[in-house]
């Protein structure tokens, strides 16, 4: 607390606590974690500050943990114990930064009695709130009876007001999940207020009620005359006479958005605890309402359309598939299932923003090249298209299907434009036909999904037709991905360390490899698991988490003379590679281990890097400013060529095991490894081999100017306690 006010504040409040009662002073974050405790009246607190707090108090706190504004940099309010001694918890928040930039909190709280608030004020809250709670069991009643739901919500609206006579109420209801006002309740709110709600952007920043629907979080604005989210709306309020605004989101069971329940004060004014929890009560039986009585057309838009690219979602479609059946028409019906290949790292690369839009364009175009046929979007960036009125032979019908399958493959064909960038993009498709003689039962959505996917474990931008003998593969697939995250969850991924030597045999380094030891299957290779890892997103999980531990490692190494030079590399995913904070993550990996950056050595593929140079040429050239080296791994099996090495900031080549493997044997190998250490020297690379397992390799290698090796022949893979005992023995 170096902050001269909010010593100021502390000393303040420290002269005004009585010792006699309940207080407490403590440092959090904005998400309410204590991170110190300055004063208590428990000395047993320990910084558990949700324990010792009483119950009355936890949500009305919550509220104020983080500014509702940046300007604002204290907020106070008063919780009554509703008890007969007329108790008071004064709570003050007092925002500010940390030394890193990070939000933090002063949370000073101490039990008053005789100050204000009065105890008129704590009677006229208790008789409010049993008021309230009368209110709210004839609601519910009147729920379960009344089916109009406009009258209900009308009548909400109408007795909170009559609580609070200082108020106007507001319920706005959203169509198209949160993006446009369907319709506004709020029969005493004055015109000018009225028709800003019912043209009202659902942006953040555009007053209490929009932010809050665009957010899902409460808002509260004190003073709408200073509060940035108001800037567009004063004129409005001050019109009708309106000093402060709280808004809460009215969810759906599901979570999803269905409008707002706004209070208005004609006053500025600081919500209490029992404010607080009405605000959020009201709009919970407001959710009850939209969810039990509204139009069926109403929740059929919100049921049966994906609000991206307005197309029919996953429920509409089993809906389709059903009637399909019910009609029962002579023929062949068929399905295509397409998943776009690598969305996330559009997402992760550009933005959801962007992702959105991208979306959207590749529905209108799907959508045109799939005409006459139905068209859906199972969420996120998957796509189905129903075929029906196939010929009723199951050859032409298959030839149908394939021919639809090529339009619509047509499609990617083309970039994208986004704004002022152009955006490329493929898709896997798994196809699936049936007729009227097929089982009910069959889930035929899952069936061409499987197939997707074997077309995604083909190489992507691939399709497939569904074989019954797909799901058994795909079910151990999702089997092993399930046990992998136990695995993160329960520390079953273990690190070997393989050593690597130059051509005296004397160890220069090493390479950082991950293996997994099953509870019950043992010892898992990377290659069954690394693939999962990937698809599933697991990979940068892990990859962070063995980047930490090779820097840790090294930063051992670095304690020690015999060690202190040795390197270490460590393979990056694509996935890994691709996410926006990954420079931002290798540099405090470094600076959190405090280790001589020249150590780390970062593996790379040639697809990886080639699937955009330039960006991989900025990611990398960053990270060499520090002296980080790269290693281009497996090379050779790509598209190995001077044009794209020759951007690159690179270190080091490693020769593939592939050609190691045969080169005593097979002629085409050794040309390879002959030109791949050819253009290594001719661009002044380190190159280094891997998988030297006999004498005969190693002396090819040696005599064609490899100088470094890495192989069974110099060591296995091992733990590090075994790696640690080895290395002492080669190095002495």
């Known amino acids: 607390m170096a902050d001269h006010d909010l010593n100021h504040s502390f000393e303040k409040w420290c002269s005004q606590v009585d010792s006699s009662g309940f207080y407490l002073a403590v440092e959090t974050d904005d998400q309410g974690h204590c991170l110190s405790v300055l004063a208590s009246h428990s000395p047993a607190l320990e910084g558990h500050l949700w324990t010792y707090l009483p119950l009355v108090a936890h949500d009305p706190v919550r509220a104020i943990l983080s500014p509702p504004a940046p300007d604002i940099r204290h907020r106070t309010l008063h919780v009554a114990y509703h008890d007969s001694e007329n108790r008071w918890l004064e709570c003050c928040a007092h925002y500010f930064k940390s030394v890193t930039g990070e939000s933090r909190c002063l949370l000073l709280i101490r039990q008053t009695t005789h100050e204000t608030p009065s105890a008129a004020d704590f009677q006229q809250e208790r008789l409010r709130a049993i008021a309230y709670e009368r209110i709210k069991f004839s609601l519910l009643e009147l729920i379960l009876k009344e089916q109009d739901a406009l009258r209900i919500l009308e009548k909400i609206v109408h007795d909170i007001e009559r609580i609070h006579t200082e108020v106007y109420c507001a319920i706005v209801l959203t169509r198209n999940l949160g993006k446009l006002v369907q319709t506004v309740i709020a029969s005493s709110l004055p015109q000018a207020m009225l028709q800003t709600l019912r043209q009202l952007q659902l942006d953040t920043g555009n007053g209490s009620l929009a932010t809050s629907i665009a957010t899902k979080q409460r808002v509260v604005v004190e003073n709408v005359m200073t509060h940035p989210y108001w800037l567009n709306h004063r004129e409005a309020a001050r019109a009708s006479g309106i000093q402060a605004g709280w808004s809460e989101p009215i ?123 139905f068209i859906a979007c199972m969420g996120g960036d ?108 329960q520390q079953q991924l273990r690190l070997y360390y393989q050593v690597q030597v ?61 060690t202190r030079e040795l390197s270490l590399s460590v393979n990056i995913s694509a996935r890994q590679f691709r996410q926006a904070d990954f420079v931002d993550m290798v540099k405090a990996c470094i600076q959190r281990h ?10 790379l593929t040639e697809s990886l890097l080639l699937e955009n140079v330039d960006d991989a040429v900025l990611i ?20 190995s060529s001077l044009q794209y090495l020759k951007k690159l900031p690179l270190y080091q080549l490693k020769i593939d095991r592939s050609f190691v493997h045969d080169l005593v044997t097979d002629s085409h190998d050794r040309t390879i490894v002959r030109t791949i250490i050819a253009m290594a020297q001719s661009m002044y690379l380190n190159v280094i081999a891997e998988g030297v397992e006999t004498q005969a390799q190693l002396e090819l290698l040696s005599n064609n100017g490899c100088r470094r090796y890495q192989g069974f022949l110099f060591g296995k893979p091992m733990p590090i306690e075994a790696f640690s005992e080895w290395l002492q023995v080669r190095l002495t």
């Open 251 to 373: 969810l759906s069971a599901e979570g999803e958005v269905l409008g707002a329940f706004a209070m208005y004060y004609r006053q500025p004014q600081t919500p209490s605890a029992f404010e607080l929890s009405m605000i959020e009560q009201a709009a919970k039986l407001v959710s009850i309402v939209v969810d039990r009585h509204l139009s069926q057309e109403s929740i059929q838009s919100l049921a049966y359309y994906e609000p991206v690219t307005g197309l029919p979602n996953r429920r509409k479609v089993y809906e389709h598939l059903h009637q399909l059946r019910k009609e029962a028409t002579h023929g062949q019906w068929g399905m295509i299932y397409i998943d776009l290949d690598h969305f996330k790292w559009v997402n992760e690369a550009h933005g959801h923003t962007t992702g959105n839009q991208l979306l959207h364009q590749v529905a209108e175009r799907l959508q045109k090249a799939a005409e006459p046929h």
């Open 502 to 562: 130059d051509h005296t045999g004397r160890p220069f380094g090493a390479e950082v490899l991950l293996r997994w030891h099953h509870p019950q299957r043992g010892v898992i290779s990377p290659l069954a698991f690394i693939s999962v890892a990937e698809n599933s997103g697991l990979i940068v999980e892990m990859g962070q988490w063995v980047l930490d531990q090779a820097c840790a490692q090294i930063a051992c190494w670095q304690q020690s003379l015999n």
């Open 620 to 639: 990398m050239e960053e990270l060499s400013q520090l002296g980080i080296q790269f290693s281009l791994d497996d090379f050779g099996t790509g598209y």
């Open 594 to 603: 405090q280790i001589n950056p020249n150590a780390l050595r970062l593996e």
């Open 382 to 489: 998957e796509f189905v298209v129903l075929l029906s009125g196939l010929a009723s032979h199951a050859d032409e019908a298959a030839e149908q299907m394939w021919h639809m399958q090529r339009q619509l493959q047509k499609v990617f064909q083309r970039p994208f434009k986004i704004g002022a960038q152009k955006l490329s993009i493929t898709a896997s498709m798994g196809l699936c036909s049936f007729n009227e003689t097929d089982p009910g039962e069959t889930d035929y959505v899952k069936a061409a999904d499987i197939a997707m996917h074997k077309a995604k474990q083909a190489g992507r931008n691939q399709a497939c037709l569904y074989e019954p003998g797909m799901q058994t593969e795909i079910a151990t697939k999702v089997m092993l991905e399930a046990d992998l995250r136990e695995a993160i969850a």
